[in-house]
């Protein structure tokens, strides 16, 4: 055995047994998707791109049961981004009506499959009726287990991580805790879906390669992986194929190539 493997071997040896769990994954428990592509899946049939955010929902109820009959714990879907409002006063209305309608039209389905769903991002740039229909479907399935469906409306990575910061500011200011206990814990702990796991793959379909301000804290070491697949088109076939590039992955933390062939051997 040469040096170099040796001392490999033996820093594999003092390693977090997460780092180990994780980089023998082989279904992510955390996937997040960029959503994209819907106005050009319109386009390209001569269609209105509201037409192509309604093919978007049918995508959306597909992705869910494809992430929940794999195991997936956790999927956060980008849905409206807080850049999305630079868009034309019609299409903004036409997607709030259409998250309205479709929230109150899912639910049931949802629900009775275990799903929580969790909405994360700025809501209070929304209208009254949404803001409460929103908190009446995360009430309504709090307690299911089998997967939490993270929405991503109004959201930002920036806004994410400004909010938890601020949170923190606020305690210490009034002397809840010391500058010193703002740690880089205290902050995650203060970001959106702070009690799951982080993010281990993200998906962007629509060809583009960019995060759009998507999770930034929580996919510091997520797998990327870009499909040219428009959003509508998006279905169990394509998830599982990026599932599978995602399991061929070699994750490796800012260790070596070989204490991650050390770590799976083990
Ligand atoms: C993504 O599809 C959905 C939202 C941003 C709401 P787009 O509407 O961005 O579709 P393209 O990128 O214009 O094709
Ligand atoms: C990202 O898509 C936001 C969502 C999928 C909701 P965009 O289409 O808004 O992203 P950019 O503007 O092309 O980066
Ligand atoms: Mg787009």
């Known amino acids: 055995m040469s040096i170099d493997s040796q001392s490999d071997t033996e820093v594999t040896q003092t390693l977090p047994s997460e780092i180990s769990a994780l980089v023998k994954q082989s279904i992510p428990k955390h996937v997040a998707i960029i959503m994209d592509g819907n106005g050009r899946w319109a386009q390209a049939q001569g269609k209105p791109r509201v037409i192509g955010h309604k093919a978007g929902?049918?995508?959306?109820?597909?992705?869910?049961s494809t992430a929940r009959n794999l195991g997936v714990e956790s999927l956060t879907l980008f849905a409206f981004s807080s850049e999305n409002w630079r868009r034309p006063d019609k299409e903004v209305s036409l997607l709030m009506e259409l998250f309205f309608t479709?929230?109150?039209?899912?639910?049931?389905?949802?629900?009775?499959n275990g799903v929580r769903l969790n909405i994360i991002g700025d809501i209070s740039r929304f209208s009254p009726r949404l803001q409460k229909?929103?908190?009446?479907a995360e009430e309504k399935t709090a307690d299911n287990k089998d997967l939490v469906l993270n929405v991503?409306?109004?959201?930002?990575?920036r806004w994410d991580i400004m909010q938890a910061a601020q949170k923190l500011a606020a305690k210490v200011e009034s002397?809840?805790?010391?500058?010193?206990?703002?740690t880089e814990e205290a902050l995650s702990e203060h970001l959106c879906m702070?009690?799951?796991?982080?993010?281990?793959l993200m998906i962007r379909t629509g060809g583009d390669y960019r995060i759009s301000n998507f999770v930034l804290w929580q996919a510091a070491y997520a797998e990327l992986v870009f499909t040219d697949t428009l959003w509508p088109d998006f279905d169990e076939d394509a998830f599982k194929d990026a599932i599978a590039i995602f399991a061929n992955r070699q994750r490796r933390f800012g260790l070596t190539g070989t204490q991650i062939d050390t770590i799976r051997s083990l």
């Open 57 to 64: 929902v049918k995508a959306v109820r597909r992705a869910v």
């Open 102 to 112: 479709v929230l109150q039209r899912e639910l049931k389905l949802l629900h009775n």
């Open 133 to 136: 229909q929103i908190a009446a």
């Open 152 to 157: 991503a409306a109004n959201y930002g990575g």
């Open 175 to 182: 002397g809840e805790m010391s500058s010193t206990q703002f």
């Open 194 to 200: 702070q009690n799951q796991a982080e993010v281990d």
